[in-house]
């Protein structure tokens, strides 16, 4: 168990739909990452946030947008969905930004029909 | 393409052999490199990682290996078990000082699935 804690774990829903993805970091870490899992992408980062704010963005979409709370936890929340953002979500955290050891939850699947 | 690869998606190895999986980056600025490990139904766990200043550190069963002349990753598991089946990644940093160094913007390569033998 890595300490990440991610709902929901199974996600399906129609298209041009919005979603909420929901994590929670291992208890004390600052940092936490959106990571899209895809067969044919593989693992490709999205976003980051520390402390609360927005550290790093990767290949996100305009329609997708995360934000971590005062309590740490963080939300990617996906609109107007589409078939192909049906993926695997992962959300990893880690002590400091600077830290390479990351620590991941069991993801959310989600499928869009 | 993507900068950081790898040079066969599955690797089949017998158990007790000892596992070789290789990785290929393209950026020969990249200065920090990891390996995670992903078991099925599960989210990439963290293996070993290696700075450009070494060529060489190991673990518990785990030798990761840095070529920065070829740009080659390698990372090698010690007598297989039928624990170690899984897809593995290696990851690059290829922001600069001060934005990377650690995670910022690693790059994950597609992966390697390791598969064991009886």
């Known amino acids: 168990d890595s300490g990440v804690t991610q709902t929901p774990k199974h996600l399906i829903t129609a298209t041009g739909q919005r979603v909420t993805l929901r994590c929670s970091p291992r208890?004390?870490?600052?940092?936490v990452y959106w990571y899209q899992q895809s067969l044919d992408q593989g693992l490709q980062f999205l976003i980051q946030y520390y402390n609360g704010e927005e550290r790093a963005k990767g290949n996100i979409l305009e329609r997708f947008s995360a934000q971590q709370f005062p309590d740490l936890h963080s939300e990617l929340n996906l609109s107007s969905l589409e078939l192909g953002d049906s993926a695997l979500y992962f959300c990893?955290?880690?002590?400091?930004?600077?830290?390479?050891?990351?620590?991941f939850g069991s993801g959310t699947q989600l499928s869009v029909l | 393409g993507e900068s950081v690869g790898l040079h066969l998606p599955t690797l089949s190895v017998q158990e007790g052999d000892n596992s070789i999986i290789n990785c290929a980056y393209s950026?020969?600025?990249?200065?920090?490199f990891i390996w995670y490990k992903q078991e099925s139904g599960k989210g990439p766990q963290f293996i070993i990682d290696?700075?450009?200043?070494?060529d060489k550190r190991q673990g518990q069963r785990v030798t990761v290996l840095l070529n920065k002349t070829v740009k080659h990753l390698s990372l090698q598991i010690a007598a297989t078990q039928p624990g170690d089946s899984a897809v593995y990644f290696c990851a690059e940093n290829i922001l600069p000082y001060p934005l990377g160094g650690g995670a910022d913007g690693l790059t994950f390569g597609k992966g390697t699935h390791l598969i064991i033998q009886p």
């Open positions: 290696i700075r450009s200043n070494m």
């Open positions: 950026n020969s600025a990249s200065d920090y």
């Open positions: 208890s004390g870490d600052l940092s």
């Open positions: 990893a955290s880690s002590a400091t930004p600077k830290d390479g050891k990351l620590f």
